[in-house]
């Protein structure tokens, strides 16, 4: 990928709001981006789902880089990676923590401040986040992506970066088939998460790639193998006959917007049957009020996932309405143009920490995407 010097995509004056919000969300001396700048705001108001967000998710991280690429930040996406390459470490034999404070700090154990009302009532208010103690597997895909599409950029990898890779690789070649907590970090049970075994298929694709790079220790024969199982597994195991489309989890016959990935990350187009169908089901089920919600029972739209829809229409050959709901979810923001995590599509209030940078990633590669649907990423 070229560096950038000025961004040449749809929606400018959106793009370059967005990407100052990101600016706003970076630890300078790190290059870190916190999730938001807030902790404990609902995402119900009253409810008790009010987390702290002041942490940097390496979920975020390929899209943070590619987002800040497009948006003309380009000695951001390097400084980013490198903050995570340093807080990493050797991870030998470790789970792969999923966040990070934003000097590299680990230990992030959440605890309550039960003296505090909490906003507008929603208790408890939270400091610290336990999600940092969960197995998500595909923040192995997030990582390696981030890598690939620096790779241009980070010179001749040097040990400790070729050795991080390397076991980011492998553990997903060992453990796809395994059951973790998914995107969504959900605290009840771990299920087999049809995103995360696509970004497993990521973090062992682009391994492949970039194995010439990686040292002795590169498998790229046993990566590919294993990145053929988990294509293989996907395509038989996540698709519903009854809803017609990818679900959220293997064997599930429920809806999840978290499948909008699969094209974006290159696992199958948007054009294919399959995933043209899921598109069309996600839409028609989930989406409403110019937002997608994550599930059937979500109260309210969530706006990555939305923006995931836009990606996902404009690569399908449906600009128009891939415009229409970039337009619908981008008039939610407030008077200074920020995003929170979701917003009521009742109310028009946005709910959730702010300002969300997964949000503003999200209409950045969205706004790119509607430019240039015919570009690939890689």
Not at 204 to 231: F, H, N, Q, S
Not at 235 to 259: H, I, K, M, N
Request: aromatic letters at 8%.
């Amino acid at each position: 990928m070229a560096e950038h010097t000025g961004y040449d995509g749809a929606y400018p004056e959106e793009v370059r709001r967005s990407s100052i919000v990101l600016q706003g969300l970076t630890y300078q001396p790190s290059g870190a981006v916190v999730a938001a700048a807030t902790t404990s705001l609902p995402e119900e108001l009253g409810g008790d789902l009010n987390f702290d967000y002041r942490f940097a998710w390496l979920r975020d991280l390929s899209l943070t880089v590619r987002s800040l690429w497009i948006a003309a930040c380009p000695h951001e996406p390097r400084r980013l990676f490198d903050w995570f390459a340093t807080a990493a470490g050797r991870n030998g034999g470790e789970l792969v923590q999923i966040m990070y404070g934003v000097e590299g700090e680990r230990d992030l154990t959440e605890r309550t401040l039960d003296h505090l009302d909490g906003y507008r009532g929603s208790r408890p208010v939270r400091v610290g986040n336990d999600a940092w103690r969960q197995k998500q597997l595909d923040v192995l895909g997030e990582v390696i992506e981030a890598a690939h599409i620096l790779r241009d950029h980070l010179g001749d990898l040097n040990g400790p970066v070729q050795d991080m890779l390397v076991t980011l690789a492998d553990r997903a070649a060992d453990d796809w088939s395994s059951a973790d907590a998914g995107m969504w970090e959900a605290r009840d049970t771990e299920r087999h998460y049809t995103s995360s075994k696509v970004m497993c298929w990521v973090a062992l694709d682009r391994a492949i790639d970039l194995a010439p790079r990686l040292g002795d220790r590169a498998d790229a024969a046993r990566w590919t193998a294993a990145r053929d199982a988990v294509r293989d597994a996907v395509l038989t195991q996540a698709w519903s006959e009854q809803a017609g489309a990818y679900t959220g989890a293997f064997g599930s016959d429920e809806l999840d917007a978290s499948v909008l990935v699969l094209p974006l990350v290159g696992f199958l187009p948007a054009s294919d049957v399959r995933m043209a169908a899921t598109v069309d089901a996600i839409e028609r089920q989930l989406g409403g009020d110019g937002l997608v919600r994550r599930w059937s029972e979500d109260r309210s739209g969530f706006l990555i996932c939305t923006y995931w829809l836009v990606e996902c229409l404009a690569l399908a050959g449906r600009p128009e309405d891939a415009d229409r709901w970039f337009r619908r979810a981008t008039a939610y923001a407030n008077d200074l143009g920020l995003l929170a995590e979701e917003a009521d599509g009742a109310t028009g209030e946005l709910l959730g920490n702010m300002p969300q940078a997964f949000s503003h990633i999200g209409l950045i590669n969205a706004a790119w995407r509607l430019a240039h649907p015919s570009t690939p990423d890689r």
